[in-house]
Every structure is written in structure tokens, then in C-alpha cells.
């Protein structure tokens, strides 16, 4: 039952990832920024304050079951399932999405706010690639997230550069702050045996088994895809809502 959760998982992600070609414009930050330029509310800010809005119950479980990049990356792993070295170069994003704020902010303070709402902004018909040159764009994009995740391990690029990582995990950190009921990891170090394979199938390579026997289930880089709860043979890590 639990390991259909992550075939579903799997699937749904990997569904997400092969529609790309129709949804990439909703799921772009730079099409935020070409809105915001113009003073237009695209798809993608409307799905940016989706995002953000579901981290204050829901954690990064975006990340774990509908980043179409995230699901992009799970497949990686058939050619690289290091994890990744982490530590201070988690940090990056953190400055990418500065960055990325930045330039909304000031985008938008010149073309004098929003003005107009349009989702389906710069898709032909609500689908995004329609032209074979916006394919270059495509293969650009994901053959760079392609070799974050080769050269630098599992889900490098969510560790190192994603921006939309770090609103969720702001969204994370505010609901931490306030404590009220959200989605989270529960582990029981009394049923743990120690036998690492929660850390071994992690996606984002945390050390797990360290998280369970030290009881701090809680970290800024868990996607809550519940890959850990589902292989553990003593049900010692489970989904919670409580606060
Ligand atoms: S899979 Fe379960 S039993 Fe094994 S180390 Fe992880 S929590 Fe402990
Ligand atoms: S700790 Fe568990 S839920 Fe969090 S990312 Fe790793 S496998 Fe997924």
C-alpha cells in the first residue's frame, strides 16, 4: 500500500514532467518577470502565490509530488544518486531568489504596478511551446538542470539554485513560527534498527536514519515526498498533522 504511494508519487511527478512543453510558462520565473515588466499578473506569479500560500500547510510537499523540474531530476538519479555535498552551497538560492525578488520589485516599480491579469500570458492558445525555436529554450533549460543534478548529485539543482525553494521554505519557516496543525515527517527512534535505507532512497540525500535517532524530523531541505516512510520495514517514520 505505502510503495504505491510512491509508485502514485512517481507517476503523477513524471506525468508533470512530460507535459512540460504545454505548462512551462505557468511554472517560470522569467515569465513572472516578463509579466511584472509590463505590469501583468502572468499564470506563473498566480501559481507563485499558490505555491507559497500551500508551503504555510503543506511544507515543500510541492517540490516532492508536482515540481515537473523536480520530477525531471528524480530520473537523473538512474545515472547519479550521489547525494549532494550540501552544507554552505545550499545557501545559493538563497541569493538567486534575492536576486529574483529584486528584479520583481523593481520591474514592477517601473511599469507602475499590475495593472492587468493574464494567465495564459506569452502561450499560444494556453500552451507555452509552440514554436520549434522556443524548444531551444527548453532544451537549454533542462540541460542545465540536467547537469546540476549529474555533476553535483540528487536534486542539485533544488539544493543549489531553485528560487521557488526558498518561498516555500520561508512559507515553512513562517508556519514554524506560529506552530498551527501542517503536513510533516513524525520518527520513532524506538522502532528504528538503524538500517539506513531511509537515508539511501532519500531524494534530497539527507541523512535520515540521523534525523530519526536524533527526533528533529524537521529540515529546511525535506520535500515531504515520503520516499523514507515508505521503505522503512518498522513503520518508525510516518506522515503527522498535528502541531
Ligand atoms: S528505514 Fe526505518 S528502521 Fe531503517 S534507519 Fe530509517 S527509520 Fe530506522
Ligand atoms: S526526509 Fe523523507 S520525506 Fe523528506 S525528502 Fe527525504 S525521503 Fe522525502
Same mark, same amino acid.
Given at each position: 500500500m505505502v510503495m504505491k504511494r510512491q509508485q502514485m508519487r512517481k507517476a503523477l511527478i513524471l506525468l508533470l514532467f512530460t507535459s512540460i512543453p504545454a505548462t512551462l510558462f505557468y511554472v517560470s520565473p522569467i515569465i513572472l518577470l516578463m509579466g511584472t515588466s509590463e505590469g501583468i499578473a502572468t499564470g506563473s506569479m498566480i501559481l507563485f502565490i499558490i505555491t507559497f500560500l500551500s508551503s504555510l500547510i503543506l511544507g515543500r510537499f510541492w517540490c516532492g509530488w508536482l515540481c515537473p523540474m523536480g520530477g525531471f531530476q528524480e530520473l537523473c538519479e538512474g545515472i547519479q544518486d550521489k547525494p549532494v555535498s550540501?552544507?554552505?552551497?545550499?545557501?545559493i538560492k538563497y541569493g538567486v531568489w534575492v536576486f529574483w525578488v529584486i528584479l520583481i520589485i523593481s520591474t514592477l516599480l517601473s511599469a507602475g504596478g499590475i495593472h492587468s491579469v493574464n494567465i495564459?500570458? #506569452?502561450?499560444t492558445s494556453g500552451v507555452s511551446?509552440? +514554436?520549434?525555436?522556443s524548444y531551444l529554450v527548453y532544451f537549454i533549460i533542462f540541460g542545465g538542470i540536467f547537469l546540476f543534478a549529474i555533476i553535483s548529485g540528487k536534486r542539485g539543482f533544488c539544493h543549489y539554485i531553485c528560487p521557488t525553494c526558498v518561498l516555500l521554505i520561508i512559507g515553512r519557516k513562517v508556519r514554524n513560527l506560529f506552530r498551527w496543525p501542517a503536513l510533516h515527517l513524525s520518527g520513532d527512534n524506538n522502532l !528504528?534498527?538503524? !538500517? #539506513?535505507r531511509c537515508s539511501t532512497v532519500c531524494p534530497m540525500g539527507l541523512d535520515v536514519k540521523e534525523m530519526v535517532e536524533k527526533g528533529q524530523? +524537521?529540515?529546511?531541505? !525535506?520535500?515531504? !515526498?515520503a520516499s523514507c516512510s515508505d521503505i522503512c520495514p518498522k513503520n518508525a517514520i510516518t506522515y503527522d498533522f498535528r502541531n
Open positions: 550540501g552544507g554552505r552551497l545550499n545557501l495564459f500570458y #506569452s502561450t511551446l509552440t +514554436e520549434p525555436i !528504528c534498527t538503524g !538500517c #539506513s524530523m +524537521e529540515n529546511t531541505e !525535506c520535500i515531504l !515526498c
